[in-house]
């Protein structure tokens, strides 16, 4: 993932500390019911690299998916921004995992990037019926607007939105700068229809994009997107402060944190994602299973 990329020598310039919660933030997570879930996981899981770290020495590439749903209980599946995979092979899919996993697809980027959200109902009813063969292992969809659409696009995201089916559980994420003006960190009158519709927004966490760590949820739910670099120090210190921040949502009604690792080198994913799991444990009084790593090295 590159988005939000700097360089090493950059990152220890960089303030990384939280922003304070806006008080819509707070009178949301209030209205929640608390006894948080966790979903926790990377964005993808066929990495030949995580063989001998993540998955048994041997396994093979067919057996990717059953070894990582035996170490995280969900995935941000970004597999299906690039392709429009099939019902049968979603099927298959679900086989490999157990009771209680569940996928966050993406919409594909012909929806989003290409068509930019217009004219796209046909595509939209494919793609939703491909990914309700994932039934009860169907967690969040996500929605990335081409990131050249800003304000003036305002309209056609809330359209889009509009005329999807209201059981669709759904969180924006918004990449283009102009969401993030003026003191309020997040756009208003976009963020009343997402409260109003009861969708939720993503926090991406990227070292360069710091305004897209606004801490405005919609819902009593957050959805997290943490991009680390290579597991510099400051990865560590990045984590420690949103474990803070959860523990404190929790006490406030938070009812679900979807917690997705990524890094500008997908193969160090697993050791931050771990480190973050055992703060939770230790901080929050969580029991999130540890993932197992068999060729784990010193963390700093």
């Not at 933030?25 to 996981?41: A, E, N, P, S």
């Not at 009861?198 to 997290?224: N, Y």
């Amino acid at each position: 993932m590159e988005f939000g990329k700097i360089s090493e020598n950059d990152l220890e310039k960089i303030d990384f500390k939280l922003p304070p919660d806006p008080p819509e933030t707070t009178t949301v997570l209030k209205k929640g019911k608390g006894k948080t879930k966790f979903y926790i996981g990377c964005a993808k899981w066929g990495r030949k690299d995580w063989v001998g770290k993540l998955y048994p020495n041997g396994t093979k590439d067919k057996d990717f998916l059953q070894q990582y749903a035996k170490q995280f209980n969900s995935i941000e599946f970004n597999g299906f921004f690039y392709n429009v995979h099939s019902r049968e092979q979603v099927e298959k899919w679900v086989k490999a995992v157990p009771r209680g996993f569940l996928f966050c697809p993406k919409f594909t980027q012909y929806i989003t990037h290409i068509r930019r959200l217009q004219n796209t109902k046909a595509e939209v009813d494919e793609f939703l019926n491909i990914v309700s063969a994932f039934g009860k292992h169907l967690g969040p969809i996500f929605l990335m607007p081409n990131p050249q659409m800003g304000l003036k696009h305002l309209e056609t995201i809330e359209n889009f939105i509009n005329d999807l089916p209201a059981d669709i559980d759904l969180f924006l994420e918004l990449r283009h700068e102009e969401w993030y003006n003026g003191s309020s960190g997040y756009n208003k009158e976009l963020y009343q229809f997402l409260q109003k519709s009861k969708r939720g927004i993503v926090i991406t966490d990227a070292a360069g994009r710091r305004d897209c760590v606004h801490m405005h949820l919609s819902t009593p739910e957050c959805f997290i997107r943490f991009v680390g670099n290579a597991l510099h120090r400051t990865d560590y210190l990045r984590i420690d402060e949103w474990v803070k921040r959860i523990k404190e949502w929790m006490g406030e009604g938070l009812e679900r944190c979807y917690f997705f690792m990524h890094q500008h080198e997908e193969l160090h994913s697993p050791e931050l994602i771990k480190y973050f799991i055992e703060q939770m444990n230790k901080h929050c009084g969580t029991d999130i299973p540890l993932p197992v790593l068999y060729n784990e090295g010193s963390l700093f």
